[in-house]
Structures are given as C-alpha cells and as structure tokens.
C-alpha cells in the first residue's frame, strides 16, 4: 500500500513537470516519438495545426506524507505474586524396644579320671652271632690279549678341487654427484644498541654538624713572689765545714724572687663540629647497550647431491670344480694275539664269631591319674534392644512465586501514512484532433519517458492536421 502511494505522487509531480514544459500542444510532451527529424513547434502557433494556445488549471493532487502519531496498546506483563502451598512430609521415626530372649552357653567341667596306658621298657641283652668275612688271596695267572699294530698303505686317492675363473662383466653403479647451488638464507643478528634509562641511586655524603662540648681548662697566670730558700753553708752543705762562706755567721736563709703559676680552672662550652654519614636518594641517567635481534638474508652455496648411473666392466670371479689324483699313505691296524703274567686277587669267605649286645622293647602298664574337661550346656536369658522405623505424616507450608500476565494499557509511537492534498497548475488545451483530457497527458508523458511509444502518441488522436503538418505535431504522429 505505502509503494502505491509513493508510486501515486511521483506520478502526480512527473505529470505537471511534464505537462507545464511540454512544447507540443496536442502530444503532451512527446519530444522524440516520432522520427525525430523535425523540430516541435511551439504551443498555439499557426503552423502548428493542433489548435489554440494552451491554458493552465489548478488541480488538486493528493501526495502520502508519514506522521508519527501516539497510540494506546494493550501489552500483556507478567508480575511477580507469593502464594502458599500445603504439603505433606514423611518421615521415619525411630522407636527401641527391650525384649528378653533365652540362648546356652557351652560351661566347661573338670574332672579327675584314673586310666592305664602301656610303656615300651628297653631291656639289653648279650649273644653270640657268626659273620663272614672275605679274606683277599693273591695268585699269579696267564693273561692273552689282544694288540692293534698300525701297518702303512700308499693308496692313489681322488679328490675335487675349486678353481678360480674371471669374466668381464659390464656392471651398473650409481654415483651421487655433488651440485652447487646458491640459496637465499635468513639469519638473525643481534645489533646492540645504546639506550639511556633513568635509574635512583643512594648516595652518602658527609654533613657538618656543630654540637657543643663542656671543657674544663686552667686560665690562670704566671706571678712574681718572693720565696725564702736556704742560705749557702746551711745544714744543706753542711754546717761544719763552711769553706769559704765566710763562716757559719751567715744566716741560715735568704729570700729569693721567684715566678709561680697561679691556676684559674674555667668550665665553658666549646663548639664541636663533627661530620655524619647521610644518606639520600638522587636520579641519575645511565646507558645500557642491549642487543636486539635483526633479521638479515645472505647468499649461501647449498651442496646436494644428485645421483647418476653409470657403468663400468668389472671381472667377476667363478669357481669351477676340476678332479685330481693323488698318492695318500693310508695307516690300517692288524690284530695281533699276545700272552702276559696277571697278579689276580680273588677273596675267599671265611666264617668268625662275635658278641654283640642286643636291644628288645618289653611292653609294661602303668596307671595315671588326668584332668578330663566336658563342656555341660545352661541356659541363660538376657536383654537387649530393638529398633524400629515408625512413619510419621506431618504436613508443612511453604511460599512460592508464580509469574501473572496483566493487560497493562501502554503509548507507543506509531508511523501514519496520510495523504494531504497539494494544488498543481495544470496546462489545459483544446484542439482539432487532439485529446484535451488532463489524464491523456498526464500518462501520455509518462508512458513516452518510459519509453513505450503507442499509436496515439501520449494522448494524441490521429487526426487531418497532424497528417498535414508533421513538423508542427510530435515529430511524425503514426
């Protein structure tokens, strides 16, 4: 349906194209239906002979034009809803039971029984026994006996012999030949190349770092004081001989100057500046050379071998069979007869007695007394328990979800195709033998630009005055 329209209004705007720039009055733009030798004359000229001039009427054509218009539909959605349900459970309950049951037991009984039983008690005896004895004899006897004496034949003997016979023979061989050959050959290279990367480091440097001290130190001073020391001749020198002292009236001692050191202890803080290990983390750029594989092609001399037959006469030994005689010393041996002296041992029984203690078992009873065990049945009950499986019926509930359809009204846009009405100035003309209809033209025109060419020509009748002035009409209307 939506082709027709489409199809409808393009028909509608061709048509009034057509029909507004058509320059044949009667043909409805025919251009080139005839032979196309002759120019069309122009609407409402004398020559023309297809009337008066053309006139122009609005019509009113209806073009499809798509709308997307709000409409109401009915979906169907499923909801979510819980419901209960009542089910019913077995299970198996267990219930023990005692029950008393009687069983024998074996009880094992001694008793003490008296029994015979019969010993074997060896008895010795001496007798007396005769036994033989072979005594050997010694005794000188004539022998004959039998010697082969090898005795020497010459005997002429036949005999085979393998001889050796060469023939040329003409034999096949293959050789491989070498052929050489040069290849393309890819081999890979590692080519190193220089890169700069960034790297951190830890370097250690040394810091100054002032710290103070306490110091204790002697600021004093150097003072001129006046000492008594002893006197020459004093009882230093000895008083008892004063020499040239001028005698022992001199006074004992005498004050001399002297420079003393006077100490001033002082405590202060002195700065110290020492130098510490430090640390730190600095960037640094270093190159690496790495290799890094390339791919190169080179020629290389490939040897393969190919193989050729050729021949060559080789001599091919055959051996044949040649019979010869020859003189063969046969060695046989003679049977002679002859007589010697044998040493012949012969033992000869010979009867002796002996003494000789003899063993005999003699049967004896005797009586013991045992322990003799009987196994006697009781009878015993006990208890034990049983268990069974009672059923039991218990019913449950449970909630489940079940998916619901629900007519849900919803508004969804949907594409129109409506047709609205457009005005078109349409050419109207009025002539001898031509048809004035609009709708001639309009599928006049269009039939011709399709390329179907009838006998009316797009809408022209055949008429006097298209026969008389063909150039005038279509170019020739048939």
Known sequence: MRKFFVLFGLVATMSAANLSAADCGGCGGCGDCGS?????????????????AAQYVEKTVYVPQYVTEKKMVTVTEYQTQEKTRTYTVTKQV?????????YTVLVPKTEQKTEEYTVLVPKTEIKT??????VPHTKQVEQTYTVRVPKYETVEQTYNVRVPVYHDVVQD???CVPVTAEVDQTYTVNVPHTETKNGVRKVCRLVPTTTYKTVTKDCGHYENQLVEVPACGSSARGCGGCGDCGGCATPATTTVCRKVWVSNVVTEQVPVTTCERQVTEEPYTYTVTVCKPETHTRKVKVTKYEQQTKQRTVKVCKYETQTKTRQVQVCKYVDETKTRTVNVTECVAEEKTREVKHTVCVPEKKTRTINVTTCVPEKKT??????TCKTETEEKTETYKVSVPVQVQKEIDVTVCKMVAQTVTVPVSSSNGCSTSSRGRLFGGLLNRGGLRGKSCGGCEVASSC????????????
Do not use: H, I, M, Q
């Open 382 to 387: 006990r208890t034990y328990k049983v268990t």
């Open 467 to 478: 026969e008389a002035a063909p150039a005038a009409s279509c170019g020739g209307c048939n």
């Open 36 to 52: 196309g030798a002759a120019t069309p004359a122009p609407c409402g000229d004398a020559a023309s002979g297809c009337g008066t």
């Open 129 to 134: 026994e005769t036994y033989k004895v072979l």
């Open 173 to 175: 061989y293959t050789v």
């Open 94 to 102: 267990p219930v023990v039971e005692e029950k008393t049951e009687e």
